[in-house]
Every structure is written in C-alpha cells, then in structure tokens.
C-alpha cells in the first residue's frame, strides 16, 4: 500500500471492529477494508478539491500523483485554500467512520 500525505489524518476508531463483526473470513475482511481506503481516498481528494480554487486543480492533482506521499501536500493546500485542510480533512474522516460504523451488518 502507498503511503498518502493525510494517512496520518486518518483515524478510524472501531472500524476495524466493526468489520471483524461483519465478517469472520480474512479475505472478505481485506476486501471491506480496500473497499473502505478506496472511500477515504475519494473523500479525501473530493474534500480537497471542493475547497480548493478551481484554478489550482489542476496543479495540485499533477503534485498529488507525482509525490502522493509528500505531507507538503498540505501546506500547499492551506496556502491555496486559505483554510486549515488537515483539520477538514480530519472532519470528514471522523464523519466517515461514523457511517461506517452504522452499517448494519445484515445490510452488507
């Protein structure tokens, strides 16, 4: 797994719990859990562009996918933005986990 500028700012309290309940099968779990990186990482680019200025998409996605790993990621976001992206950030992953850790597990 490549690492991302927001790992750090991704804190999924329970959720690892929440999918042992779902699932006893290892690889059904590997399969919720890449599902649900694959949700942060949506949320967290469509977190970012949606309070970025449009006129620096375009900049910071060609950054983002030459250096996915650099946390100056997000000093270059709260440049552009004028805002504190890594407390955004932090609140969408923490709304995030507490969807998923609604789901019931006769629904999944």
């Not at 690492?3 to 991704?10: A, E, I, N, R, V």
């Not at 375009?58 to 983002?64: G, P, R, Y």
């Not at 270059?76 to 998923?100: A, F, G, V, W």
């Amino acid at each position: 797994m490549t690492m991302l500028f927001y790992d750090k700012l991704t804190v999924l309290k329970g959720v690892d719990k929440k999918i042992k309940k779902l699932t006893p099968v290892n690889d059904e779990r590997q399969e919720l859990w890449q599902m649900v990186e694959e949700i942060i990482h949506h949320k967290v680019l469509g977190c970012c562009l949606t309070h970025l200025p449009n006129e620096h998409h375009h900049e910071f996605l060609e950054m983002f996918h030459a250096r996915p790993h650099d946390i100056k990621l997000l000093e270059y976001l709260d440049t552009k933005s004028k805002k504190n992206m890594k407390k955004i950030i932090k609140e969408e992953i923490k709304n995030l986990t507490k969807d998923l850790l609604l789901l019931d597990s006769h629904k999944v």
